[in-house]
């Protein structure tokens, strides 16, 4: 198992290189609206090619950290593996449906971006977050290689399932297509190169040098996405401050009560530190890659739920840098074996 890099300064405030994003994206609408107008018409069909190369680069560093051979050590020890699992796929879900219709009742799209991302559990940044905790990153790659595996199994039917529950009508082949081309081709990109690569450079290249760099191009390519996102759709975020708003309380609600079930789920089950403080972290995050990528692909650039789901990204960072302390705060007190 390679050694994984502390969470450097860029990471560690990446929520405000967020904010600073949205505002240059929504300046740019206001004061440039030809810039806007520009990015909008470079487009193939209905994809917008910006925003088609930025979420490839979004995508494909996140798998790369997909190892066939680490979901093979399954077996091993599968408990808290299995609980993380059951908060990704049973209790997020659950509970961000349960909040959405209740806060967002009326609010079609921003209860669509709440399940997109409810219904999406990490493959990448918690990687970060997992040795920034000092939990135990062998656990983390391997249920980070099996939820790669499940997004591209379970991730359209449970959107397709909790949108339907809602009354909500969304385009059943458009959620799948999005899984395809934002899971599917960066999968099979990221086999291919690093199979290649690491024929030619070696394992230790590829997981130290390689995988490391190109995880700066994600960071990038996601904070390029926020702004040209916010320069087609200022009018939209200035025309609905309340509803921005309005979405941010049941994601932080959402957020708490997943993370204190975590926790208790974790402690009945008598893990360990470095094992519970992974499978709280991982079951407690979203994959707001391809929640933003879904939103756009479904509803468009211009919708509230492509903006409804970056707000699942804005509030994230935070609430998991605050999860990563908890969790170092309540092993240090002995909560955990």
Request: proline share 4%; aromatic share 10%.
């Amino acid at each position: 198992m390679e050694k994984e890099s502390s969470i450097g300064f860029f990471e560690k405030y990446l929520t405000v290189w967020v904010f600073l994003c949205m505002i240059i994206g929504v300046l740019l609408s206001q004061f440039f609206p030809n810039v806007s107008q520009g990015l909008n018409e470079w487009k193939i069909g209905e994809v917008s090619i910006p925003i088609g190369i930025c979420l490839f680069l979004m995508m494909y560093p996140a798998l790369l950290n997909f190892q066939m051979k680490e979901v093979k050590k399954l077996t091993k020890a599968p408990k808290p593996i299995l609980i993380t699992l059951f908060s990704n796929w049973i209790i997020a879900p659950i509970v961000t449906v349960i909040l959405a219709h209740y806060f967002l009742e009326g609010h079609d799209q921003l209860i669509v971006a709440l399940i997109l991302l409810g219904a999406s559990p990490c493959t990448a940044m918690v990687i970060v977050w997992g040795d920034l905790a000092k939990g135990n990153q062998e656990q983390n790659v391997i249920t980070t290689s099996i939820n790669t595996i499940t997004i591209m199994l379970f991730y359209a039917p449970v959107v397709v399932l909790l949108t339907g529950i809602q009354g909500i009508a969304i385009d059943k082949w458009e959620l799948f297509v999005s899984v395809l081309v934002f899971i599917g081709i960066p999968l099979i990109a990221g086999l291919i190169s690093k199979k290649a690569i690491t024929k030619r450079k070696g394992l230790d290249w590829f997981n130290n040098t390689y995988r490391p760099a190109v995880g700066k191009v994600s960071i990038v390519a996601l904070l390029t996405t926020l702004i040209v996102l916010f320069a087609l759709n200022g009018d939209v975020l200035l025309q609905n401050p309340k509803e921005m708003g309005l979405v941010s309380i049941p994601l932080l609600i959402g957020f708490f009560i997943v993370v204190g079930l975590n926790i208790l789920i974790t402690k009945v089950f008598n893990l360990r530190y470095k094992e519970a403080v992974i499978s709280v972290i991982i079951g407690s995050s979203s994959h707001f890659e391809i929640a933003i990528a879904t939103a756009i692909g479904l509803y468009g650039l211009n919708s509230q739920a492509a903006l409804g789901t970056t707000m699942g990204l804005f509030w994230e960072v935070p609430v998991m840098l605050g999860l990563v302390y908890l969790g170092k705060y309540l092993g240090r007190k002995g909560f955990w074996k």
